[in-house]
């Protein structure tokens, strides 16, 4: 059972446009939603990560948006650049130290 | 002020051998997972462990596999017998005593022939 959906499963963007990935869970215990960022051949790195006390933080060109109600949640990329090319994982957990659930990823391409 | 090491970062085995993979987590965290991501697939949860216990080994295959976070030194996956469907790449995560914050490691390659 998938509990954590993630859409589109790659994504062609031009530079300074706005790539948006989306993430859908199923298990109302999640009360932790990070987004992960990994390029070829390394370990992913914290990108931005959200609780569903607040509906959108930003943090620079990263913004996720969560909607408790409809148990979804997503990244916005504003400015979209080059280096920004990499998989982009969506993930939930619930507690303290728990363990994270993992979308499959959506692999970000972003063009000149 | 170093994150999660892991080593080796690539390993080969025969079918039927053993791999053992290392973790060291940031230095104070006590909390370690472990992840394994088949190619084109997202992390999936194997183990969470604290110093000499574990807390969550439902991801854990039940057979071949076992992992251990000593008191001193590193956390050790082992996987026996090793079979072609274990190539993947192993990712150790850590965590602070409290906090769901996790930092990963570059992980493990290991390649079964």
């Known amino acids: 059972q998938q509990q954590v959906k993630q859409s589109p499963q790659s994504l062609i963007v031009q530079k300074g446009g706005i790539s948006i990935i989306n993430c859908a869970y199923e298990?109302?215990?999640?009360?932790?939603f990070p987004w992960y960022q990994q390029f070829p051949g390394k370990g992913p790195a914290l990108l931005i990560a959200?609780?569903?006390?607040?509906s959108e933080k930003k943090e620079g060109r990263f913004t996720i948006s969560f909607n408790k109600s409809a148990k979804q949640f997503s990244l916005h990329i504003m400015d979209s650049q080059p280096g920004d090319s990499a998989t982009y994982f969506c993930?939930?957990?619930?507690?303290?130290?728990?363990?994270?659930?993992f979308g499959t990823g959506t692999r970000l391409q972003v063009t000149l | 002020n170093a994150g999660v090491m892991q080593n080796p970062r690539h390993l080969v085995r025969r079918r039927g051998q053993e791999a053992r993979l290392r973790c060291s987590p940031v230095k104070g965290h006590s909390h370690v997972y472990w992840y394994r991501q088949l190619p084109e697939e997202g992390l999936k949860f194997m183990v969470y462990?604290?110093?000499?216990?574990?807390?969550?080994e439902s991801g854990m295959p039940k057979e071949r596999f076992s992992a251990e976070f000593p008191k001193e030194g590193p956390s050790i996956l082992r996987i026996q017998q090793v079979v072609r469907g274990d190539s993947a790449a192993y990712f150790c995560?850590?965590?602070?005593?409290?906090?769901?914050?996790?930092?990963f490691g570059p992980g493990t390659r290991l390649t079964v022939l």
């Open positions: 993930a939930a957990d619930t507690g303290t130290a728990s363990k994270l659930t």
């Open positions: 959200i609780r569903p006390d607040v």
């Open positions: 995560a850590s965590s602070p005593l409290e906090g769901n914050e996790q930092f």
């Open positions: 298990n109302t215990a999640f009360d932790y």
């Open positions: 462990l604290q110093k000499e216990n574990i807390i969550d």
